[in-house]
């Protein structure tokens, strides 16, 4: 199976809505320089039998280049997975790909990542501990079904490009629904200025999570202006995020936890409460290099001085929140298991919501 090409879907911006922040040049999570990213979508069948999801692979320096990141992970509601985090914890090294895909196919895809990386030489450690996370598309895939085979793990790292990232139904975004429209892969980025380092931060989201009436764009309540009828006691939350956020900037550990943090800041510009059964998961890593070397007793490391680090922290919150958004723009309304229907989020309303003055 090969990877899904990159598609090339309206993005928030081309609506005007307005976000604070200098994007890179393709706005995307690939605009740190060494960042993959591929796809595989299934989309098959009807009624009970609908198959509406997929894998989406993240591969922080390429697959030519196996070497370990620096890395931190935070949770801000455990109702999820994320395998491969004890280690990062331990260690503060990513030594894997980040694959992300449905609920009930982490263990199929972990195995996947295990048998492609075995092909490519050496590895850290004589075993793996993969990152693979999930968000549940049960609403409109069949997601015991089973669907998503290894094929369909490898087809995604093997088709991991630098460039445009194909946003909304794609990967495992295919299936995912988001703020009660349908969601999906979104990406974004953020320029540093220069005089403050010069780095480039970028983000990707796997969007399955929030309530319609919750959702704000840019500070404006769109999910009631969109549907002022439904009303806040709607279903309970029921969906998941995966955000992963990507740097050059040179950070240790700790500091990428501190990124990882902020991400939640991002997601709650967006309107989530991250409720009872959202896994909200949250990953990031640096592909600074640090130095090396195995008959070193000790090793040099850089890293951002703490006094100078906000500007990231900025960049993380508005990259996270215009990656949420494009996942949400990118997103095709899409029918799925036994007819169920979920609809784009329209895109004349929000030109509107955005084209007047408040």
């Not at 990159?6 to 320089?33: E, W, Y």
């Not at 919150?317 to 169920?340: D, P, Y």
Request: hydrophobic share 40%.
């Amino acid at each position: 199976m090969k990877a899904s090409p990159a598609k090339q879907r309206s993005r928030a911006r081309d609506l005007g809505i307005p976000f604070d922040g200098v994007p890179g040049a393709l706005n995307a999570i690939t605009d740190v320089a060494g960042v993959e990213v591929g796809h595989a979508t299934i989309i098959r069948g009807h009624g009970a039998r609908s198959v509406r999801t997929g894998v989406t692979a993240i591969l922080p320096r390429g697959r030519q280049d196996q070497s370990p990141c620096f890395a931190a992970c935070h949770v801000l509601n455990g109702n999820g997975e994320m395998t491969g985090t004890a280690w990062i914890e331990e260690s503060g090294w990513l030594t894997s790909p980040v694959v992300i895909t449905n609920t009930h196919s982490v263990g199929v895809v972990r195995d996947a990542v295990i048998g492609w990386r075995l092909k490519r030489g050496p590895m850290p450690q004589p075993w793996m501990l993969p990152v693979v996370a999930e968000t549940w598309d049960g609403i409109l895939n069949h997601t015991n079904g089973f669907h998503v085979k290894a094929s369909h793990a490898s087809a995604a790292l093997d088709g991991a490009r630098p460039g445009r990232v194909a946003e909304g139904c794609v990967g495992g975004g295919t299936g995912m629904i988001g703020y009660g429209f349908k969601g999906g892969i979104g990406t974004a980025s953020r320029r540093i200025d220069r005089a403050a380092g010069g780095w480039t931060l970028g983000v990707l989201v796997q969007l399955n999570c929030g309530r319609m009436h919750e959702l704000m764009i840019a500070g404006r309540p769109a999910g009631r202006m969109l549907s002022p009828a439904r009303r806040a006691v709607a279903n309970p939350e029921r969906g998941s995020i995966i955000i992963v956020a990507a740097t050059d900037a040179p950070l240790l550990p700790h500091q990428l936890k501190r990124i990882a943090r902020r991400l939640t800041i991002g997601l709650a510009r967006t309107g989530s409460v991250s409720g009872n059964s959202s896994g909200d998961l949250f990953l990031a890593f640096s592909t600074a290099r640090a130095t090396r070397a195995a008959d070193a007793k000790t090793v040099t490391l850089r890293m951002v001085p703490e006094v100078r680090i906000d500007p990231l922290f900025t960049a993380t919150v508005q990259a996270c929140e215009e990656a949420i958004i494009n996942a949400l723009v990118a997103a095709e309304s899409m029918t799925g298991l036994n007819g169920r229907r979920i609809e784009a989020i329209p895109h004349d309303r929000l030109r509107e919501i955005f084209a007047a003055k408040f």
